[in-house]
């Protein structure tokens, strides 16, 4: 069955656009703005509501199958693509992408892919292009197969039908205190992310974070109910390299230190520098995986920024330079790149962490959700928006009616076999 059409859409990311150098300079809260003048190109304020773009694709029978396109929050910033633009996102896939949909196999999704997105001359399309057609070809390919979106993927890859559930990380924003509760109450595996991401939030010395992470696991304990014991993991977006340094040796004390105040609890640190580079980042963060796993410190180290790509993830992979890799959905681009990432991280005994961005929809969440069941993630991320009750809903719940999906496929083959 052919596409016969292409439909676009207009839409609104679960969160904004925020301009990460403007914040990391100094820029003042003003209740949910921030003052002063932007400083990343393409921002007109240094926060933006984000926005979508959903591509649909009309088969012959007229069913209609969605993806959707957007960039992350800190669009610009650590090597990523630039600030979202709908009407440039719009015109390129209406002129370029939309022709090449016309000609595929769209059940054939790994192909499908390779086609549509074929560099132009030598660039390769926007990333948010890629992630949100993707999308759409794989929901496509399980429809004219009548299988779930996981099921594709495990046939594409040539994986197991999984059995097992993802771990859950939530993101709390900057209602921390309120959103930490929640994620206690509800027992969410991974938390609370913090949003530590200003002097203000990290304080001098990073006194104000190491009480912080010493308070959640104090209500953890406090409103938790028995034998819950979640996994802490604090992203302080490059924050211990910016107040203490950039020496590996000091950033890995730093961090021991913090993970002694909460021996009980494993301790994951995300983007604890940023070193300028992808290559300077992967030279020190080996440095600072060496040392801690030396010391058979509890902490683990999350890249996020400088580690894009699905070659960005390779690098890191190799090279030992993480703990967990953050493989950011958006930043990666096609869907099918995430599952190849989730699998390359496992090839070199890296955690592969299924995350994304606060700016995402239900729609790429769902989506991401599968593929992470598919290749067995180590954990995926509660998306979209910063508040916890969507995003854990939309994810959690997505996983629980995948997982009796393929219970039941699973009970069939083993009926008939």
């Given amino acids: 069955m052919q596409i016969k059409d292409v439909l676009l859409a207009p839409g609104n990311g679960a969160f904004f656009y925020d301009d990460q150098e403007a914040i990391r300079s100094g820029a003042i809260q003003d209740g949910f703005i921030y003052v002063g003048a932007p400083k990343t190109p393409g921002f007109k304020s240094i926060r933006i509501p984000a926005s979508s773009l959903s591509i649909g694709l009309v088969f012959t029978d007229e069913t209609v199958?969605?993806?959707?396109?957007?960039n992350v929050q800190y669009s610009g910033a650590g090597g990523?693509?630039?600030?979202?633009?709908?009407?440039?996102?719009?015109?390129?896939?209406?002129?370029?992408?939309?022709p090449r949909l016309f000609d595929v196999?769209?059940?054939?999704?790994?192909?499908?892919?390779?086609?549509?997105?074929?560099?132009?001359?030598?660039?390769?399309?926007?990333?948010?292009?890629?992630?949100?057609?993707?999308?759409?070809?794989?929901?496509?390919?399980?429809?004219?197969?009548?299988?779930?979106?996981?099921?594709?993927?495990c046939a594409e890859f040539d994986l197991p039908l999984p059995t097992c559930r993802v771990p859950i990380y939530c993101q709390s924003g900057d209602a921390r205190e309120i959103n930490v509760d929640k994620m206690i109450l509800k027992a969410v595996d991974i938390l609370p992310?913090?949003?530590?991401?200003?002097?203000?939030?990290?304080?001098?010395?990073?006194?104000?974070?190491?009480e912080f992470v010493k308070w959640v696991a104090a209500r953890t304990?406090?409103?938790?109910?028995?034998?819950?014991?979640?996994?802490?993991?604090?992203?302080?977006?490059?924050?211990?390299?910016?107040?203490?340094?950039?020496?590996?040796?000091?950033?890995?004390?730093?961090?021991?230190?913090?993970?002694?105040t909460v021996p009980d609890f494993t301790l994951n640190i995300e983007s604890p520098a940023?070193?300028?580079?992808?290559?300077?980042?992967?030279?020190?963060?080996?440095?600072?995986?060496?040392?801690?796993?030396?010391?058979?410190?509890?902490?683990?180290?999350?890249?996020?920024?400088?580690?894009?790509?699905?070659?960005?993830?390779?690098?890191?992979?190799?090279?030992?330079?993480?703990?967990?890799?953050?493989?950011?959905?958006?930043?990666?681009?096609?869907?099918?790149?995430?599952?190849?990432a989730v699998l390359l991280c496992k090839e070199n005994k890296v955690g592969a962490y299924v995350g994304g961005s606060c700016t995402e929809t239900d729609l790429s969440a769902q989506t991401c959700v599968h593929v992470s069941v598919a290749t067995q993630a180590d954990m995926m991320l509660a998306k979209p928006g910063m508040g916890v009750d969507e995003a854990f809903s939309i994810v959690g719940n997505e996983q629980n009616r995948l997982l009796a999906m393929l219970n039941r496929r699973r009970a069939q083959n083993e009926k008939v076999g």
């Avoid at 938790?224 to 950033?251: A, K, M, N, T």
């Avoid at 894009?308 to 992979?317: C, G, M, P, V």
Wanted: with cysteine; net charge negative.
């Fill in 65 to 70: 199958v969605w993806g959707d396109m957007m």
């Fill in 80 to 98: 990523r693509d630039p600030l979202f633009d709908t009407n440039q996102i719009s015109n390129l896939t209406s002129c370029v992408v939309a």
């Fill in 105 to 153: 196999d769209a059940s054939r999704f790994r192909d499908s892919c390779t086609r549509v997105f074929e560099p132009v001359e030598h660039l390769r399309l926007p990333l948010a292009v890629e992630y949100g057609v993707s999308q759409a070809l794989l929901r496509a390919a399980a429809h004219l197969q009548r299988k779930t979106i996981a099921e594709i993927i």
């Fill in 193 to 210: 992310h913090g949003l530590i991401n200003s002097r203000q939030k990290f304080g001098a010395g990073g006194l104000t974070f190491m």
């Fill in 221 to 260: 304990r406090e409103i938790g109910r028995p034998g819950y014991h979640p996994v802490l993991h604090f992203d302080v977006y490059g924050w211990i390299g910016e107040e203490i340094g950039l020496e590996p040796q000091r950033i890995a004390d730093f961090i021991c230190k913090v993970a002694d």
């Fill in 274 to 340: 940023d070193f300028g580079s992808t290559q300077a980042q992967i030279e020190n963060y080996a440095k600072i995986v060496s040392i801690l796993d030396n010391r058979g410190s509890s902490a683990r180290i999350v890249v996020d920024e400088r580690c894009n790509t699905l070659e960005d993830i390779r690098l890191f992979a190799e090279a030992k330079a993480a703990h967990l890799v953050q493989i950011k959905t958006p930043d990666v681009g096609s869907i099918a790149d995430t599952a190849r």
